[in-house]
């Protein structure tokens, strides 16, 4: 998910640049002298935000304060992504510790319902209780692919993850309250981040809709991974939607209303629409919402050096955003043939990945590796992106593919 041009982090950014650029005319040459007489060295990493700071610094790559991306080479082979390895994307700045001291009293407005009312998060354990493990990914996962480099983080694969919730399921709250009000098309979560003051609120709040028909199967979420939802991740309360994209799985939720109309707000009305290369996001055009079929190689990687020549186990993750995984593919010569590969570990449901490996002998040379899911419903992954303005939804087989040396 793109830093919209609203957040504060870049807003502060841009304030910065501005001094940064009064003092280029006066570090300009000492810059380049230095940059001749000694190699540049390479970037110090970024450290981890105290709000993350329970992540495993050498699992994830620190972009910014509010995103962290997951190596690539740090996924592993088991399905559950650990908490202390799960990408970070937020879209405002971080709410104080102080709203998840005592998590039971979080209250959450369920409003166009016939007996709308407000609801801690102690009422709404008395509920009801499911559990669903699914993929959560961020709409700009892959943007880091596009050759047009649009703007935003330039996410790899690392801002997905696959991961446990358990909460409430939204479909038994609406009835304890009568269900949902007659005409009502939408289900729309609002944060409950602090809103900079001065601001429209509609031009920074991170309000969502998606029709209401994804009630069925969405949760108000208190749980993650067998743990309460730490702060990084929406806790204490965060709207969890089965199949969508990671801005649609509402933190720190503070209402959930049902509107005969999408939400007004900006990164609704604008933000995270399918915009034509050159335009801008618009009401009219597709909005980011549900995921579809996706899969990419986790193992071996570039970056592990050269491989000895003989049997590897190529490995990876595949899922199929509203639908199961049916079957993978992979290639070791950059898509001109292709092996089935196995499905290995628990099949923990259709909106959760399934993690496969194809055992191959790989002589020495270099070798594109690819891999290519089908889901329960026939589609296929597709070879190319689809282009749009802001690096959304990138699902490309060839894009995700790595290329290894053998020797």
């Known amino acids: 998910m793109p830093q919209t041009s609203t957040s504060l982090p870049r807003r502060r950014l841009l304030t910065g640049s501005a001094s940064a650029l009064a003092a280029v005319g006066l570090a300009s040459f000492q810059s380049h002298a230095l940059a001749q007489a000694a190699p540049a060295a390479a970037p110090a990493a970024k450290p981890l935000p105290g709000f993350a700071s329970f992540k495993n610094a050498d699992a994830v790559i620190v972009h910014s304060s509010t995103t962290i991306e ?86 790899t694969v690392g801002a997905a993850g696959c991961v446990v919730w358990s909460g409430v399921p939204v479909r038994e709250v609406v009835k304890a309250l009568g269900g949902v009000a007659d005409g009502l098309a939408y289900m729309t979560g609002t944060g409950g981040e602090v809103l900079p003051a001065g601001l429209d609120p509609k031009s920074v709040i991170v309000e969502r809709s998606v029709p209401v028909a994804a009630m069925q199967d969405a949760l108000l979420a208190w749980e993650m991974n067998g743990e309460p939802i730490s702060l990084a991740h929406g806790g204490p309360l965060r709207l969890i939607v089965p199949g969508y994209t990671g801005v649609n799985n509402i933190k720190y939720i503070k209402q959930l ?50 491989q000895a020549p003989g049997l590897v186990q190529i490995h990876g993750v595949a899922f199929g955003g509203m639908n199961g995984i049916k079957g993978v593919e992979v290639s070791t010569d950059g898509g001109k043939t292709w092996k089935a590969a196995r499905l290995v570990g628990p099949d923990m449901g259709k909106y959760a990945w399934r993690q496969f490996v194809l055992q191959a002998q790989l002589p020495k040379g270099s070798h594109v590796l690819a891999s290519r899911a089908t889901d329960d419903k026939g589609n296929v992954q597709p070879e190319t992106r689809g282009e749009n303005q802001s690096g959304y939804n990138n699902t490309s087989w060839a894009d995700h593919a790595v290329t290894v040396n053998v020797a």
Not at 273 to 300: A, F, H, L, T, Y
Request: aromatic fraction near 6%; include cysteine; hydrophobic fraction near 30%.
């Open 70 to 155: 997951t190596k690539r080479s740090a996924f592993g082979t088991s399905v559950i992504t650990p908490s202390n390895q799960l990408y970070v994307r937020n879209n405002l700045p971080t709410p104080p510790e102080s709203i998840v001291a005592d998590r039971d009293a979080w209250q959450v407005q369920i409003a166009g319902v016939k007996q709308p009312r407000q609801l801690t998060v102690r009422e709404l354990k008395s509920m009801g209780l499911e559990t669903v493990t699914m993929v959560l990914q961020c709409s700009g996962n892959g943007r880091g692919f596009f050759p047009s480099k649009p703007s935003g983080t330039q996410w």
């Open 257 to 306: 209303a049902f509107t005969a109309k999408e939400s007004e707000a900006h990164i609704m009305s604008h933000g995270y629409r399918i915009s034509p290369p050159g335009s801008k996001g618009d009401p009219s055009q597709p909005s980011v919402q549900e995921m579809s079929v996706k899969s990419w190689i986790n193992s071996p990687l570039p970056e592990d050096g050269a």
